[in-house]
């Protein structure tokens, strides 16, 4: 490209860009440019790229950063309440204005803070109220301890009554209300000192009545478990439970029964098959059923089975079957008759039938074991491989899938591979090893706990774990009552163990305990389980809280009568619960008293409640229940407390004044000539608001007479100023509920003699007897505003005001 064409093509980008009105002209040369990007860089090196994009965003929008932030830092930050500094002059009017507005800010300072305290402690003390009622929501739905907490899926607890319980029908179920009953004859029979049944066998009996076969083989199960020696009372339940071989052998003991029942059913079904004959034995029972499980398959089935038969039944099923029916005679018997070859197997099981229940010698075993290793790990036969494995205590980890087709069948082979005093240097399972295997290793998940929860709780129980198996019960409504009577029964054999805090859940882990072991809180489970039907059906919830009589919560108190505490607010039948004072002040028997025999004193129960009503402001109720607890003293003293806050007002029908006064003549009829067990001084304050109940109604219904005859005999106010000493003095000995009426008394006193004077100063013939009268009064108005301004008192409100007003309108 030549010179003449790029001046061309300059010149025509110069007129493009003067014609053009979308950019300004810039008039800079390169140096001027230079210098102005310089300053730019600068400026944007020093306020940062922050700053420099804000500039940039309000300048699209025409305003001016800068000049908008000086104005800011000129503007006046001074607080609106900020004290005034006085001025050092000798301006006298200045100095005082200025301490006056420093003393006005100050207290508006004060009363802000003073506010601000007040509304702050409301708002935490609502706040903590608030988290006390969701800890105990919290506490009752949530699984664990209070050192480790247990990763088990909860279901939501129903805690909350539905508003259809609130009739007269019960809320108890068909099942609930039997197990009620039972619950009921056991309590009686220990009420009575008789013999107590075992209660396991007795909610068993109940269980058969529902038709329910998975309730009636957990009521099974239970039988079996608890038939053990029982351990005793001071000794932890758990701990004892860890060392006793003998749950183990109840567990194979109903597993082996069980499998026995089911071979029999199988036989029975096919009669024609079996061809069962001979002497009915085990030997003759597993032959049957061997027989058929190999029937209708072809020959190719044998090809796995080694050593022979026995009767036409290969060898090793019929063994193995024989050992799972719990007989170890039969499984011998068929060893014998399979021929030579099997000597160290046929000489361990004749010293497990010679030694029941003991331990075998241990070369015995260890040969088995050599055995096993050599040859029979690698042997096609499952049945030959998991007998070997259950009389040696081989291969523990082995599952044998082959054989074990059910969860009894597992279940029963890993109890069989228990060895409690095995030999630390030989592979072994212990019982705390299958119980965190069932528990933590499969779970709920693998036994598919929710769709089966009868079948779960079998496996926990069989394990010995019963804490974690019946609060997994207890999720499920279909089974909780089972749960919760199981519970019951066992915590009567002592086989329960409970946490050391009855505050921890429902479900809890000590760190003293060995693993996997839980504690259940039978306290929670039975407050959880009565809260359904405690409203509707009291005397049940009695009978349910009885079995926490020998617990205590954090207070030191019985938990058995804090509970029926508990219940008496909540239902408010006190006379159904601990019956009704007569009128020769004896007690008439309420629920509670079927208790006595057991050491539950009905007055302690009382008097705890009346206690919790007191600080709850409920007075009223609290008076019921001293006076049902024999304490005169508190019944007296609360009643003169609300006596002295409505003794004044008019009498209404249904009002709280209409039954205190009720209630006051009913305690001076029980008390007249009887021996009062309070103090002189309460008696007195409560016989004085009594008389002026009595002077107000008459008061209210302008019978005056009978009024100033009350005054008259009560010697409270001055009727005269010849009283006044007496009555000044008198009222330094008067108790605080007394003093509160006396303002009240002086105006109605003062009413009454105005109203009376009123009468005969509009009568027209005023004689000299009339004028006495009226002197009289005059002379009772300034008594009683004497007094007023006389006793160390202080009035409320306008009191003196009215009292020497109405005196000045009687001269």
């Given amino acids: 490209m030549d010179f003449s064409a790029l001046l061309q093509q300059a010149q025509k980008l110069t007129h493009e860009t003067q014609v053009s009105d979308d950019l300004p002209r810039v008039e800079r040369t390169l140096p001027q440019v230079l210098q102005a990007t310089q300053e730019l860089h600068s400026r944007v090196s020093q306020t940062g790229a922050q700053d420099m994009q804000a500039h940039i965003l309000l300048g699209h929008k025409g305003i001016d950063l800068p000049k908008i932030s000086q104005k800011l830092e000129t503007l006046s930050s001074r607080k609106t ?10 301006d006298i009017q200045s100095f005082l204005r200025n301490e006056k507005e420093n003393a006005i800010l100050s207290v508006i300072e004060e009363v802000h803070k003073n506010s601000y305290q007040a509304a702050q402690n409301q708002k935490w003390e609502h706040t903590m109220n608030d988290w006390k009622l969701e800890k105990v929501k919290l506490m009752n739905a949530l699984i664990g301890p209070s050192q480790n907490w247990i990763d088990i899926r909860k ?25 009620a009953r039972e619950v009921y004859e056991y309590n009686k029979l220990v009420n009575e000192g008789a013999m107590r049944p075992s209660l396991v066998q007795r909610f068993a009996q109940v269980a058969e009545s529902f038709n329910d076969s998975k309730v009636n083989d957990i009521w ?14 001071t000794q932890d339940p758990l701990r004892a439970r860890c060392t006793q071989t003998q749950f183990i052998e109840q567990a194979k003991r109903y597993l082996e ?12 079904e096919h009669l024609r098959d079996a061809q069962r004959g001979g002497i009915p034995s085990v030997l003759n029972l597993v032959g049957s059923f ?24 290969p060898l090793w099923p019929m063994v193995y079957y024989c050992l799972r029916c719990g007989d170890i005679n039969s499984a011998l018997k068929c060893m014998q008759m399979a021929g030579p070859g099997h000597d160290d197997f046929i000489a361990i099981l004749e010293e497990k039938c010679r030694k029941p229940g003991q331990k075998v010698n241990p070369k015995l075993e260890l040969q088995i074991r050599m055995q096993y290793k050599r040859q029979i790990r690698n042997a096609i036969d499952p049945y030959k491989r998991a007998v070997y494995c259950i ?35 030989s592979e072994h399972l212990t019982y705390s090893a299958l119980q965190a295997m069932i528990l933590e290793q499969y779970g709920e998940k693998h036994f598919n706990a929710n769709d089966q929860p009868h079948l779960y709780y079998q496996v926990l129980a069989l394990t010995g774990q019963f804490e974690a198996g019946i609060e997994f019960l207890a999720r499920f409504d279909k089974y909780r009552a089972h749960a919760v009577h199981i519970a019951l029964a066992m915590s009567e054999l002592h086989m329960i163990g409970g946490p050391r805090n009855l505050q921890e859940p429902l479900l809890s882990v000590d760190i003293e305990d060995p693993q996997p ?23 049940e919830a009695l009978q349910y809280f009885f079995f926490l009589r020998n617990l205590r919560d954090t207070e030191g108190r019985n938990l058995f009568l804090v509970c029926v505490s508990d219940l008496a607010i909540e239902c408010r039948d006190f006379d159904l619960l601990f019956g009704k004072m007569q009128r020769d002040g004896i007690r008439s028997r309420g629920l509670i008293d079927q208790f006595e025999s057991s050491h539950i004193d009905a007055k302690m129960a009382c008097e705890m409640i009346a206690e919790e009503f007191v600080k709850k402001g409920m007075f009223e109720d609290a008076i019921k229940l001293f006076d049902l607890a024999g304490n005169n003293e508190q019944a007296l003293r609360y009643s003169s407390i609300l006596l002295s806050q409505v003794v004044h007002q008019p009498s209404k029908a249904g009002s709280l ?32 608001l009594k008389e002026l109940v009595i002077f107000f109604d008459h008061y209210h219904n302008r019978n005056y007479q009978p009024a100033l005859e009350v005054l008259e005999r009560i010697k409270l106010v001055p009727l005269r100023m010849a009283d006044l000493e007496a009555c000044v003095h008198n009222f330094k000995r008067l108790g605080g509920e007394v003093c509160k009426v006396i303002p009240d008394l002086l105006l109605a006193t003062m009413d009454i003699a105005y109203n009376k004077y009123k009468v005969l100063k509009g009568k027209d013939d005023l004689n000299e007897l009339k004028l006495k009268q009226l002197n009289y009064l005059r002379e009772q108005a300034k008594a009683l505003t004497n007094m007023a301004a006389t006793v160390p008192y202080r009035m409320p409100g306008d009191t003196n005001n009215r009292l020497v007003q109405t005196e000045i309108l009687m001269h």
């Fill in 517 to 539: 072991m839980r504690r259940l809180n039978i306290a929670r489970l039975i407050m959880l389980y009565v809260k359904k039907f405690e409203i509707t059906d009291p005397a």
């Fill in 290 to 313: 061997v027989g058929l499980k190999f029937a209708n398959q072809n020959n190719s089935t044998f090809i796995g089975l080694q050593d022979g038969h026995v009767d036409g039944k």
């Fill in 257 to 268: 029964n069980r499998y026995k029942l089911f071979m029999q059913t199988v036989i029975s």
């Fill in 391 to 425: 009389i040696g205590c081989c291969d523990i980890q082995e599952q044998h899938p082959e054989v074990a087709k059910s969860s009894d069948d597992f279940l029963w082979i890993q109890l069989s591979l228990i060895r409690p005093e095995s030999d630390e240097n």
């Fill in 220 to 233: 099974e199960i239970m039988k079996y478990m608890t038939n053990v020696t029982p351990s005793p009372r």
């Fill in 81 to 90: 309440f900020e004290p005034l500094d006085p001025i050092s002059t000798t």
């Fill in 155 to 179: 279901g939501p607890e129903q805690t909350i009554l539905n508003e259809s319980t609130f009739g007269g029908r019960s809320s108890l179920n068909n099942q609930e209300m039997a197990y």
């Fill in 657 to 688: 004044r209409e039954r205190l006064q009720r209630m006051a003549l009913e305690f001076t009829e029980r008390y007249a000539g009887a021996e009062k067990n309070c103090d002189p001084q309460t008696w007195s304050t409560f016989s004085l």
